[in-house]
């Protein structure tokens, strides 16, 4: 190779990778355990299988993780919902862990049991009991 085609090569090359770097996002993407084991709750923790939920929800990751609201902005794209719904809400946020998981105290609505009311209609077995899902071997 002359000097000439050399001296291009590498030109491409860098050019190739300031094109990576600036198309990557601006924050690292963290990566999810496979299983997490959210703790917090006098009852006990909840084993939460992230990877098989992940194929339950076709891979849609904004089925759980909503986009960033005014009120708290992300700082990456999923992130632990306990960062922002803490124990008890405090201004400008509303929504507790609680209220973050199962929208009331009775655990009767919310993301995670409205699905599992869903799938249990079509014959699985989700759980929608308080026992079910907090455990005090998980904490
Ligand atoms: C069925 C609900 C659900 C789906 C679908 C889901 N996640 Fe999650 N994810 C969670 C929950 C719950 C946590 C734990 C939150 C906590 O610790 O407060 C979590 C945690 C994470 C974390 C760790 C955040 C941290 O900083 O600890 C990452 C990263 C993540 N998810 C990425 C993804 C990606 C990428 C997808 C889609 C491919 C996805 N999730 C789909 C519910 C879900
Ligand atoms: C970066 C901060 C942040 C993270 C992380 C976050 N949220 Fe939120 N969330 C908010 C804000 C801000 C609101 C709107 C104010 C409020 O309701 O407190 C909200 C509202 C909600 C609401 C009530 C409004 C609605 O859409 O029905 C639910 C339920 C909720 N989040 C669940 C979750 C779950 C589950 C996760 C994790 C998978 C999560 N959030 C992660 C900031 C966050
Ligand atoms: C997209 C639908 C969907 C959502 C959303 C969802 N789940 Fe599930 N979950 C399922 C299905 C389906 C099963 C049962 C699978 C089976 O046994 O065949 C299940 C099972 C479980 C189990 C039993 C162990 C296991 O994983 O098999 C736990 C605990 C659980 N879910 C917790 C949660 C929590 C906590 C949330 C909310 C953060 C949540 N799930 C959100 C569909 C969902
Ligand atoms: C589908 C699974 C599921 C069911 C069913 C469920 N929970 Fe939860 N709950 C969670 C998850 C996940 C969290 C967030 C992790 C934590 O704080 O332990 C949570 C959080 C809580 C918290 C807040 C703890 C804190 O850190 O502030 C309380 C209290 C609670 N649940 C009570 C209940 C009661 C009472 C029932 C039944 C009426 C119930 N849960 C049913 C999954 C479930």
Same mark, same amino acid.
């Given at each position: &190779? ?7 090569? $590498?030109?491409?090359? /860098?050019?190739? !990778?300031?094109?990576?770097? $600036? ?14 084991? $959210?703790?917090?709750?006098? &009852? ?7 990877? $098989? ?10 089925? /759980?993780? *909503? ?7 992300? #700082? ?5 919902? +306990?960062?922002? *719904? +803490? ?7 509303? #929504?507790?862990?609680? !209220? ?5 105290? +009775? ?8 699905? *599992? ?13 308080? &026992? =079910? /899902?907090?455990?005090? =071997?998980? #904490?």
């Amino acid at each position: &190779m002359s000097k000439k085609s050399l001296l291009a090569v $590498l030109a491409i090359l /860098c050019g190739l !990778g300031l094109m990576l770097s $600036l198309s990557a996002p601006a924050y690292g993407q963290a990566k999810a355990k496979d299983t997490i084991i $959210l703790k917090g709750a006098p &009852m006990g923790g909840v084993k939460f299988e992230h990877k $098989l939920h992940t194929e339950r929800a076709a891979n849609k990751c904004e089925v /759980c993780h *909503h986009a960033s609201k005014p009120e708290k902005a992300s #700082t990456q794209p999923q992130q632990a919902c +306990t960062e922002c *719904h +803490t124990k008890t809400a405090t201004a400008p946020m509303k #929504t507790n862990t609680v !209220g973050a998981f199962h929208k009331n105290a +009775t655990a009767t609505a919310g993301n995670c049991i409205d699905c *599992h009311k869903a799938e249990n209609a079509k014959g699985k077995k989700a759980p929608v009991k308080c &026992m =079910e /899902c907090h455990k005090k =071997e998980n #904490t």
